[in-house]
């Protein structure tokens, strides 16, 4: 099933969501990195911006600085996710945040906090950054600018997408479903076959 | 006999260093875009589908665009073949890729990823202590160079694995340490990519054997037939595991399956694996003596 959802937003549209559905966004969303969240969580220090409700990009932009202190996009991806697992919890918690996008998935420890406090996870194509690019129409708002290019970024939207829900606020996962599947076929008979 | 001055020829390296940088990071070689369409073609599987579909979309809009593929600027490594007759030594050859590569980041500009391990300092240029790192070969009777670079990204860096094996274990047990590194790493070094695997010499061999086979482009086999049927059986097995694009499921699990071979100690069995994202950014030049720089997309 496919969803449009333009974020922020509130728990019930992400609750709506099920693994394997795909979403596009419009909208606001804000880019975060692992710099990012080693300052909120681990240094204690309170966002500049609320998150709540916000969709939470993986990301480290390529950017450049224009003459009037703003910054014009010149390539935006996306980064493995598996890293920053452990924040996701204090991000759906304690800020409100409703969807953590990135590539690769969560692992496996923050489907419960997804679950518990209605988050969700959406897989972007990894690598498909140009596209990306193009679905950015501007960054609104840079906050820590000494963590470059690991800030806190707000960008604004339009389609951005394709995105799969990769884990949901049920407890289902695809990536878990993927590697149970992938498990079965090789001690079932691919091992066999060496 | 050649008159141009050994400066001129290291500027013509620094140039072919710096274009190939960027080149590659834009514009993605025909083998692989033919693999990528030939996957969305065959893929049965509907999120595996659109997932490549998406992909083959944004290789078009970084050509329309003139845009990178992927934000991820790597690490640059080359691969230079020397020809012990050209004029320019390595020592100055190795000057030049390094200089290359700062200009194109610095002039482009390209995002900079380079920083000291410890203390996680930042460069700022892409280059750094003993990086780029440069693979060489040296031909004898030859006097030109080639110079491919490879763009290494981490998310597929990341998903390396080596492991010695003993001789018992025999082939067998590399293909299965080739499986299980593969499902283990999922969606993480953003499949389907090329696996390059690295079986024999020594540990550091083994790797470096892996991070060759990652460089040659989709559809070549070994020469060694033994090797090259390596290659085979590991397509079809890792493909039948249903991994899937970007790890979320699907026939298409990997592009390619590249094996190198060293010869070995007769107690050693080692096997590397180092993951090439479906991104598999390359591009090559050929440099004569003279300094002609030949762009090869094919390479």
């Not at chain 2, 890729?97 to 203390?119: C, D, I, Y």
């Amino acid at each position: 099933m496919h969803h449009e959802i333009t974020f922020p937003t509130d728990e019930a549209a992400v609750r709506a969501l099920h693994a394997g559905d795909t979403v596009t966004i419009q909208g606001e969303i804000v880019g975060i990195r692992d710099a990012t969240q080693i300052r909120i969580f681990d240094h204690g220090q309170e966002p500049p911006f609320s998150l709540r409700g916000a969709a939470l990009l993986h990301t480290a932009p390529n950017v450049r600085k224009l003459a009037d202190g703003s910054y014009e996009p010149m390539c935006i991806g996306t980064t493995t996710s598996a890293r920053m697992s452990r924040f996701t919890e204090g991000l759906i918690r304690d800020h409100g945040a409703r969807a953590i996008m990135g590539k690769g998935g969560l692992l496996p420890e923050a489907l419960e906090p997804l679950r518990e406090h209605g988050g969700v996870y959406l897989a972007i194509v990894g690598g498909a950054a140009a596209l990306e690019t193009t679905q950015i129409e501007a960054i609104e708002q840079v906050e820590w600018e000494d963590l470059m290019p690991e800030c806190l970024w707000r960008f604004r939207v339009r389609d951005f997408g394709p995105l799969i829900v990769g884990m949901d606020s049920h407890g289902e996962s695809l990536y878990e479903n993927v590697q149970v599947e992938a498990r079965r076929r090789l001690d079932e008979s691919i091992y066999a076959r060496l | 006999m050649s008159t141009i001055e050994s400066t001129d020829l290291a500027v013509a390296v620094e140039d072919a260093a710096a274009h190939l940088y960027v080149w590659a990071l834009k514009d993605i070689p025909q083998d692989l875009r033919d693999a990528l369409r030939d996957a969305m073609g065959r893929e049965t599987h509907k999120v595996g589908k659109r997932i490549l579909e998406t992909i083959n979309t944004n290789v078009s809009v970084a050509d329309e665009q003139g845009n990178l593929v992927c934000q991820d600027t790597g690490i640059a490594v080359f691969y230079a073949r020397v020809g012990e007759r050209f004029p320019l030594h390595p020592a100055q050859i190795e000057i030049a890729l390094r200089e290359g590569t700062r200009r194109a980041t610095l002039e482009h500009p390209l995002r900079s990823n380079t920083v000291h391990t410890l203390t996680r300092k930042a460069t700022g240029d892409n280059t750094g202590h003993r990086i780029p790192h440069i693979h060489w070969e040296f031909v004898p009777d030859w006097d030109g160079l080639d110079v491919k670079c490879v763009p290494k990204g981490s998310g597929s860096e990341n998903m390396s694995f080596l492991k010695m094996l003993v001789p018992a274990d025999g082939v067998k047990a590399i293909k299965r340490f080739v499986l299980d590194s593969i499902v283990g790493a999922g969606g993480k070094p953003c499949p389907p990519g090329i696996v390059g695997v690295g079986v024999g010499g020594s540990a550091d061999l083994a790797m470096h054997l892996a991070k060759e086979a990652i460089a040659r482009p989709v559809g070549t086999q070994n020469d060694d037939p033994d090797v090259a049927a390596l290659e085979t059986d590991l397509f079809a097995l890792l493909n039948d595991t249903g991994v899937g694009p970007m790890g979320l499921g699907g026939d298409t699990t990997v592009l390619a399956v590249h094996v190198e071979q060293a010869h070995t100690h007769i107690t050693l069995n080692p096997v590397a694996v180092n993951y090439q994202c479906w991104a598999a950014r390359r591009a090559s030049a050929h440099i004569s003596a003279a300094g002609a720089i030949e762009y090869d997309r094919e390479a």
